[in-house]
């Protein structure tokens, strides 16, 4: 079997119900898992755990708003009773308010600060509780005596790796994410839980926050059309192009997978070069 197969995995992706998120469920039920996603849009996130249904996958949708506490305390025994356990967590949920700094507006920060950076920590707790030894979703040692593979794969973007005009509070957050992972990785080696923890910087792609970035740019007035902005992008990018959802879902199956044992602490770009 390759070591990219996740074939019998459990994973969870939240925000999975569209955009990135979706993409991620769909390749990591692609290479073997069987995958809840977690949402705050409940209609959309059952609709796609059904689509993924019907193409063969085992898929099911949990309600969660990844800044509330009791949210987490109700969805992550509610996902692992669906799966049966739990190997990988996907910290995907996230939202983007472009503003100038000048034009900065405190709800619109702190908003986007509790989605991406205290979801992402309390996913990180209620991930490593759930599958650090003895936790309700570690499934204890495989027959043979291996041991478990734990991943936790987070979304920051490649607006931590680059100074971008208009996404400063983003960019914030999603450096925070950055910071979040590395030490989530020490204390989960420190303390033994055997959770791997890592993150991917993806460029810009056009899911419905990628377009309305390039709309929002525009607007905004920092370039005459969400065309140009997203062709500086392009521009902007070795590779030449925008990214593409299975570009960026793809490398967080690797980073799941038994192919990364030997990675944590990591962030791996998956920009085409942009952040370089
Ligand atoms: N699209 C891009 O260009 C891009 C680039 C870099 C990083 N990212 C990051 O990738 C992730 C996914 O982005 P996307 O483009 O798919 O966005 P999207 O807006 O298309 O989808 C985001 C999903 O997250 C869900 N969500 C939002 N707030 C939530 C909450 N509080 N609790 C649970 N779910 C919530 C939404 O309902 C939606 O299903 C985000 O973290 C984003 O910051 C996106």
Sequence with gaps: MSVYDLTGRKALVTGGARGLGEGMARALAAAGASVV???????LGKATAESLRQAGAAAEFVALDVTAEDGWAQAMPQAIGHLGGLD??????????????????????????????????????????????????????????????????????????IAFPGIAGYSATKSAVDRLTRVAAAE??????????????????????????????????LFPSPQEAAGAVAGLTPLGRLGEVPDIADAVVFLASEGARFITGAGLPVDGGMGM
């Design 88 to 161: 990988i967590l996907v910290n995907n949920a996230g939202i983007e308010i472009t503003s100038l700094l000048v034009d900065v507006d405190p709800a619109e920060l702190r908003r986007m600060l509790e989605v991406n950076v205290l979801g992402t920590a309390l996913g990180l707790k209620h991930g490593f509780r759930a599958m650090r030894p003895g936790g309700p979703g570690n499934r204890g040692e495989r027959p043979g005596g291996a041991s478990q593979d734990h991943a936790i794969v987070n979304i920051s973007s490649v607006a931590a790796t």
């Design 37 to 43: 996603i977690a949402d705050i849009r409940e209609d």
């Design 188 to 221: 989960s080696g420190r303390l033994g839980y055997g959770v791997r923890v890592n993150c991917v910087y993806p460029g810009l792609v056009p899911t419905e926050m990628g377009n309305q970035l390039a709309v929002d740019c525009a607007t905004i007035g």
